[in-house]
């Protein structure tokens, strides 16, 4: 295992140091389980704690790397997407990683971070959407758009992001031919603009797409406003301007929710 990415990919120094000290106990063991996880068995790591699945990730992002290099995308796109392993890891107090079923996207060349957005090839089999409102059917292939959490969600950046997702999988995937952009998120959810100004960033972001239908489940907003659900509105943390506006709005009656969207590629 090459110590030299654990570097580059840019998780504490508390941590690096636990996840290098483990590869030297357990080199075999660590190279072993990144093969599997590589080729698609990410149950190898369901029974394993969290600091071997970090170890075994950056294992196999090394693969990752070389198949980056085979496609001829360029270095900066892999450390900008593997950069989710370091907001994963402060997720979940820089114990390791405990999502890795999400960073197998990433480890297996389906999503890539281009600019603010991260983008996914999706091929829609999802049977709890209802496609009478949607522009395309069931198992048509898309892009599906991901918003990571981090940076300000920045008009511009988005669309230059997703401006340059277009051109991106024309040059690296043309046989992934897709005609939409699709997103499912609590950021599109059509009543945002009860709490929300019109001149927010989300509300702006929104703007970016056809909201084909919303959907009055809370749970990804919350988390995503608040951290966590409470079982009283009235015990909401209130520390910025957009929990302030989204806990009046709940404790008023109104609920969060997500919407269905779609920019045409």
């Not at 051109?167 to 959810?189: I, Q, R, T």
Request: aromatic share 14%; glycine share 6%; hydrophobic share 35%.
């Amino acid at each position: 295992m090459q110590f030299e990415l654990i570097d580059k990919i840019d998780i504490s120094d508390e941590l690096k140091l636990k996840v290098t000290d483990l590869v030297r106990e357990n080199e075999v063991g660590i190279l072993r389980l990144s093969k599997k996880f590589y080729c698609r068995k990410p149950n190898c790591l369901k029974f394993k704690d969290d600091l071997t699945r970090l170890a075994v990730v950056l294992a196999a992002a090394e693969k990752t790397l070389i198949k980056y290099k085979e496609l001829g995308i360029e270095e900066k796109i892999f450390f900008d997407t593997m950069d989710d392993i370091r907001i994963w890891c402060e997720n979940n107090s820089d114990k390791g990683l405990s999502n890795y079923r999400w960073i197998k996207n990433h480890i297996y060349c389906e999503l890539f971070n281009i600019g603010r957005l991260q983008f996914q090839l999706y091929k829609c089999k999802n049977k709890t959407l209802n496609y009478k409102k949607l522009p395309f059917k069931y198992g048509e292939k898309l892009i599906y758009v991901h918003i990571p959490q981090g940076e300000k969600l920045n008009f511009d950046d988005c669309v230059e992001s997703i401006n340059e997702a277009g051109c991106f999988f024309a040059k690296y995937f043309p046989k992934h031919k897709f005609n939409y952009f699709f997103c499912e998120s609590w950021l599109l959810y059509e009543n945002n603009k009860y709490f929300m100004s019109s001149e927010s960033n989300i509300i702006k972001f929104q703007s970016l797409f056809d909201i084909a239908y919303s959907l009055n489940l809370d749970s990804q907003g919350i988390e995503r406003i608040f951290g966590k659900k409470e079982k009283d509105a009235h015990c909401y943390k209130q520390e910025t301007s957009l929990q302030k506006a989204a806990k009046e709005y709940m404790l008023n009656g109104g609920k969060l929710g997500i919407g269905i969207g779609c920019i045409k590629a």
